[in-house]
T-cell receptor, first 110, second 115 residues
């Protein structure tokens, strides 16, 4: 079982602040995905990273895949209330199955 | 496309009763996944189908749980008999490939409460 640990578990910040959440494992993943989940809904894909050291940007969100493909980070610049949600990282290392971390619950206060 | 459709959205039942959750994947997708989400354990993969065939069911908690996919457009997850510890949100997701990096499209989930 590949264990993905996310930190912090909870984060409450003011609008305009920057933040970084982390996804760590002792296992190597062939790819890693970040999803955001809002209350009452299923997770929605934000990004997929495949190459070690890869950096992807999605507006104010920056995703990085570790060189060894064991960890990843998500950085949000100038957070907005609309960024509130549960952020999940999921690693793929066994065919087509995605294993998720416990998630980071983010609240951005106006 | 309407996306992944799950029913019912909410299910309240008593311990010992049979519960059946339903899922209609996105048309054309060949992979289907059942996940369970709780605060304590997060989002856990229960079972994975590819082309209607169960590929990995190692996440199914015990024999009380069973899943079927009789055709490409329908899947069920059954719990018999249900127990209070089965209370969770159950998600179905589908994807269009087997490369390992395809996007998973999730349904809105079934909130199950076993009293």
């Amino acid at each position: 079982t590949q264990l993905l640990e996310q930190s912090p578990q909870f984060l409450s910040i003011q609008e305009g602040e920057n933040l970084t959440v982390y996804c760590n494992s002792s296992s190597v993943f062939s790819s890693l995905q970040w999803y955001r989940q809002e209350p009452g809904e299923g997770p929605v894909l934000l990004v997929t990273v495949v190459t070690g050291g890869e950096v992807k940007k999605l507006k104010r969100l920056t995703f990085q895949f570790g060189d060894a493909r064991k960890d990843s980070s998500l950085h949000i610049t100038a957070a907005q209330p609309g960024d509130t949600g549960l952020y999940l990282c999921g690693g793929n290392n066994a065919g087509n199955m995605l294993t998720f971390g416990g998630g980071t619950r983010l609240m951005v206060k106006p | 496309d309407a996306g992944v459709i799950q029913s019912p959205r909410h299910e309240v039942t008593e311990m010992g009763q049979e519960v059946t959750l339903r899922c209609k994947p996105i048309s054309g997708h060949n992979s289907l996944f059942w996940y369970r989400q709780t605060m304590m354990r997060g989002l856990e993969l229960l079972i994975y189908f590819n082309n209607n065939v169960p590929i990995d069911d190692s996440g199914m908690p015990e024999d009380r749980f069973s899943a079927k996919m009789p055709n490409a457009s329908f899947s069920t997850l059954k719990i018999q008999p249900s127990e209070p510890r089965d209370s969770a949100v159950y998600f179905c997701a589908s994807s269009g490939g087997t490369g390992g990096w395809e996007e998973l499209f999730f349904g809105s989930g079934t909130q199950l409460s076993v009293l």
